[in-house]
T-cell receptor, first 112, second 117 residues
Framework: QKEVEQDPGPLSVPEGAIVSLNCTYS??????FMWYRQYSRKGPELLMY????GNKEDGRFTAQVDKSSKYISLFIRDSQPSDSATYLC????????????FGQGTTLQVKP | DAGVIQSPRHEVTEMGQEVTLRCKPI?????LFWYRQTMMRGLELLIY????????DSGMPEDRFSAKMPNASFSTLKIQPSEPRDSAVYFC???????????????FGPGTRLTVL
């Protein structure tokens, strides 16, 4: 079993829809949780960063962490065609390590 | 800053040949990471360096893979001999901090798409 599980999709939604992307993980030592966005034929770029449990909002994006369930989510409100990309969750433990564990990524298509 | 620079962007080679991928991290970043991305396995960390020293190479698949960082502005990932199952996109990333601070963002390069025939 992988440390981080993420449904690869693809997920197709109409423009304006609310999108929910999710990851589950097995390692209770994970403390830092990230979402990266990757456009086709580009490298991933950091979208959201959350420490421990709780919510974090940035514009149309909200990241949620539920450590008791080992479950993290990314919500996109009023989705736009420009949001079409692959979204990867990533996480790491509390020690001073650069090592991130990535989910497989979910491919999202927002149709106009 | 130009960001993380990788070369070549595309590489097509035949099985058994040596392949060398190159990376120039963002100036001033102390950490450099090599990743491999495939449809089947997703994004996997191969190795990372701190101040040019390899810290964790547990993700390097086998002895055919080697990585070096001779100075703060250059790193190579070498595959010798290459095999068809090595076909993937290889990313280099760099960060200012490796994990000491919350916001140690990893900045990724555009990747090298490797095809081994």
């Amino acid at each position: 079993q992988k440390e981080v599980e993420q449904d690869p999709g693809p997920l197709s939604v109409p423009e304006g829809a609310i999108v929910s992307l999710n990851c589950t993980y097995s390692n209770s030592a994970f403390q830092y949780f990230m979402w990266y966005r990757q456009y086709s034929r580009k490298g991933p770029e950091l979208l959201m960063y959350t420490y421990s449990s709780g919510n974090k909002e940035d514009g149309r994006f909200t990241a949620q962490v539920d450590k008791s369930s080992k479950y993290i989510s990314l919500f996109i409100r009023d989705s736009q065609p420009s949001d079409s990309a692959t979204y990867l969750c990533a996480m790491k433990g509390s020690s001073n390590t650069g090592k991130l564990i990535f989910g497989q990524g979910t491919t999202l298509q927002v149709k106009p | 800053d130009a960001g993380v620079i990788q070369s070549p962007r595309h590489e097509v080679t035949e099985m058994g040949q040596e392949v060398t991928l190159r990376c120039k991290p963002i100036s001033g970043h102390d950490y450099l990471f090599w990743y491999r991305q495939t449809m089947m396995r997703g994004l996997e960390l191969l190795i990372y360096f701190n101040n040019n020293v390899p810290i964790d190479d547990s993700g390097m698949p086998e002895d055919r893979f080697s990585a070096k960082m001779p100075n703060a502005s250059f790193s190579t990932l070498k595959i010798q001999p290459s095999e068809p199952r090595d076909s993937a996109v290889y990313f280099c990333a760099s960060s200012l901090y490796g994990g000491a601070l919350n916001s140690d963002t990893q900045y990724f390069g555009p990747g090298t798409r490797l095809t081994v025939l």
